[in-house]
C-alpha cells in the first residue's frame, strides 16, 4: 500500500478502468442469499443491482459476484418473490 504521500492530492483516482482491481466485496457486512426454489427469474434484482453483481446466463440468474457485491440489500429488497435474503457475513 502506498504511503499518503505517494497517492495522489485527495484521493484521485487518475487512471481510468481500474474498477476490476478494486474487490469492494471486501466492504460487505451482509451477503445476499438467493433461494432457487423461490426464484422465478424475472431479473428485477439484476436491473436494480448498482454493483452489476447479479450474473445472468441465458436470461436467468445463475450467481452473485461476491468479489463486487458490497451488499448493500437492494437486491433482496426489491425481489417480488422474497426469493433473496441477506445474511450477516461471518
Ligand atoms: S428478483 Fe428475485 S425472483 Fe427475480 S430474478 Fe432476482 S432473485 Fe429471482
Ligand atoms: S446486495 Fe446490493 S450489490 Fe449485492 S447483489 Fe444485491 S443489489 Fe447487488
Known amino acids: 500500500m ?3 504521500k505517494e497517492i495522489p492530492e485527495g484521493g484521485l483516482i487518475l ?11 471486501s466492504w460487505r457486512s451482509r451477503k445476499p442469499i438467493r433461494d432457487e426454489e423461490k426464484c422465478i427469474h424475472c431479473l428485477v434484482c439484476w436491473a436494480y443491482c448498482p454493483d452489476g453483481s447479479i ?11 461476491y468479489d463486487f457485491c458490497k451488499g448493500c440489500g437492494i437486491c433482496a429488497n426489491e425481489c417480488p418473490k422474497e426469493a433473496i435474503i441477506m445474511e450477516l457475513e461471518k
Do not use: F, H, L, Q
Open 2 to 4: 502506498k504511503g499518503w
Open 15 to 25: 487512471n481510468p478502468g481500474n474498477s476490476i482491481n478494486y474487490k469492494t466485496g
Open 55 to 65: 450474473i445472468i446466463e441465458d436470461e436467468k440468474v445463475i450467481e452473485i459476484n
